[in-house]
């Protein structure tokens, strides 16, 4: 079955910086790649997604690239606020009934 | 929140007792699910439906039970709870292929 490992599982960046994560899936059948943002004591929330037939997804400060080839996808957030310390998770999906996640990026952001 | 709630938010309960959970939606999505959160394991899928009375297991179904009656409810049953099942769970539909969140239910087994 897919599996995704995602990296890294914490991080820290200053305010107005740029943060990455990344993602890699083990099926190369898989055509959509969700990114979700957890606040504390909520339920995932959606902030974008991804299918395999494009490269690169933006919306605002949030983009998602995806690489078929290599089998890798990632998260980009610039001008980072406070407001995005969060926990994001990746996911893959072959497109049938069910979602695989990756475990987590705790992800901080200094003042 | 797209339309999905959690009953109970927050349970406490003692090994060996039986424990529900309810999920509801009102989408009228034909998919659901049941996940459970734990540190360093990320969501993993226990069991999901895909219609009324279609029901199929996920990664982590040991000691879980599911039942789909009405479109609406999605309910999750741990027939004799163990401390290894307390954890946060979560429901979730989809539609248009996008998994929406409910907002979870803490399970805590004494």
């Known amino acids: 079955g897919e599996n995704v490992e995602q990296h890294p599982s914490t991080l820290s960046v200053q305010e107005g910086d740029s943060a990455v994560i990344k993602c890699t899936y083990s099926?190369?059948?898989?055509?959509?790649f969700p990114w979700y943002k957890q606040e504390l004591g909520k339920g995932p929330q959606l902030i974008i997604d991804i299918r395999s037939n494009v490269g690169e997804k933006k919306d605002q400060r949030i983009a998602v690239t995806l690489n078929k080839t290599a089998k890798h996808f990632s998260l980009h957030i610039t001008e980072t606020q406070p407001e995005d310390s969060a926990v994001y998770f990746c996911?893959?999906?072959?497109?049938?009934?069910?979602?695989?996640f990756g475990k987590g990026t705790r992800l901080h952001i200094l003042p | 929140d797209a339309g999905i709630t959690q009953s109970p938010r927050h349970k406490v309960t003692e090994t060996g007792t039986p424990v529900t959970l309810r999920c509801h939606q009102t989408e009228n999505h034909r998919y659901m699910y049941w996940y459970r959160q734990d540190p360093g394991h990320g969501l993993r899928l226990i069991h999901y439906?895909?219609?009324?009375?279609?029901?199929d297991k996920g990664e982590v179904s040991d000691g879980y039970s599911v039942s789909r009656s009405k479109t609406e409810d999605f309910l999750l049953t741990l027939e004799s709870a163990t401390s290894s099942q307390t954890s946060v769970y979560f429901c979730?539909?989809?539609?248009?292929?996008?998994?929406?969140f409910g907002p979870g239910t803490r399970l805590t087994v004494l």
């Open positions: 439906s895909y219609g009324v009375k279609d029901t």
């Open positions: 979730a539909i989809k539609g248009n292929n996008e998994q929406f």
């Open positions: 099926d190369s059948a898989s055509n959509y």
């Open positions: 996911a893959a999906s072959l497109g049938d009934d069910k979602i695989i």
